[in-house]
């Protein structure tokens, strides 16, 4: 298989999978979520400040509640890629390849440089593909999202990635299992850091140190997950 050309292979997958693909069938997921529970985060991330479609912060919420909203799983155990999954009967083998990866997306906080991702949950190191969430973000950074493997050992970012400055790093790592176990439970660990980050200011792709003083952007770089507007 060659990387080079952008295809990658979900286990027991027969078609490459291109990016494309995955931003495609993400959008497609976002009709199995919930737009009231993700409204509902954004609100309460906002703490009282009004929901507006002219403000970076509301948009910046609202996007980042409908990225964590995919990863929240139902009652029965189900998140939207898994929803999304039953209702594919007679598409592609290059769909059915592509959704595979995004069931098995994980928010994960991860360190990213070059071509070398390193979780800083769990001290695993993987041989990073690029896609557009961490081309965006730019190398040697540390940041929070959600990413797949592959059959061949890859990892990838198949969503929303958000740099995290000494704040918010913080209260990622409070999240932290001892012992190299992982991130006790992600998705209040994505909604901690999302809250802080909505509050505090957000960085931009040329992230290059702590950041939240002065005049914070509200902007993260995306896989463009569309917002509830």
């Given at each position: 298989?060659?990387?080079a050309n952008g295809?990658?292979r979900?286990?027991?997958?027969?078609?490459?999978v291109?990016?494309d693909?995955l931003?495609?069938?993400?959008?497609e997921?976002?009709?199995?979520?919930?737009r009231?529970?993700a409204?509902g985060?954004?609100?309460r991330?906002?703490?009282?400040?009004p929901?507006?479609?002219?403000?970076?912060?509301?948009v910046l919420?609202r996007?980042?509640a409908l990225?964590?909203a995919?990863s929240?799983p139902?009652?029965?155990?189900?998140t939207?890629?898994?929803?999304?999954?039953?209702a594919m009967?007679?598409?592609?083998p290059?769909?059915a390849a592509?959704?595979?990866?995004l069931?098995?997306?994980?928010?994960r906080l991860?360190?990213?440089s070059?071509?070398?991702?390193?979780?800083l949950a769990?001290?695993e190191?993987?041989?990073l593909?690029?896609?557009?969430p961490?081309?965006?973000?730019?190398?040697?950074?540390?940041?929070?999202?959600?990413?797949t493997t592959?059959e061949?050992g890859?990892?990838?970012?198949?969503?929303t990635?958000?740099?995290l400055?000494d704040?918010?790093?913080?209260?990622?790592?409070?999240?932290?299992?001892p012992?190299?176990?992982?991130?006790?439970?992600p998705v209040?660990?994505a909604e901690?850091?999302?809250r802080h980050?909505i509050r505090?200011g957000a960085?931009?792709?040329?992230?290059?140190?702590?950041i939240g003083?002065?005049n914070?952007s509200?902007?993260?770089?995306q896989?463009?997950?569309?917002?509830?507007?």
């Open positions: 298989m060659n990387h295809g990658v979900a286990s027991g997958a027969n078609a490459p291109v990016p693909r931003l495609a069938l993400t959008t997921a976002l009709a199995f979520v919930s009231d529970r409204e985060m954004a609100r991330w906002l703490a009282g400040v929901l507006s479609n002219s403000s970076e912060q509301s919420a996007s980042l990225e964590l995919l929240v139902s009652l029965k155990g189900t939207a890629f898994d929803r999304l999954a039953r009967k007679g598409r592609p290059e769909d592509a959704v595979t990866l069931r098995r997306s994980r928010l991860s360190r990213l070059g071509e070398r991702f390193e979780d769990t001290g190191t993987l041989p593909l690029p896609t557009p961490s081309d965006a973000v730019g190398n040697n950074v540390v940041a929070f999202g959600r990413f592959t061949d890859y990892i990838l970012a198949t969503g990635l958000v740099l400055d704040g918010a790093l913080a209260v990622a790592r409070g999240f932290v299992r012992g190299g176990r992982g991130i006790g439970n209040r660990c901690a850091v999302y980050i505090n960085s931009t792709a040329d992230w290059r140190g702590p003083g002065g914070p509200f902007r993260s770089s896989i463009a997950i569309p917002s509830m507007l």
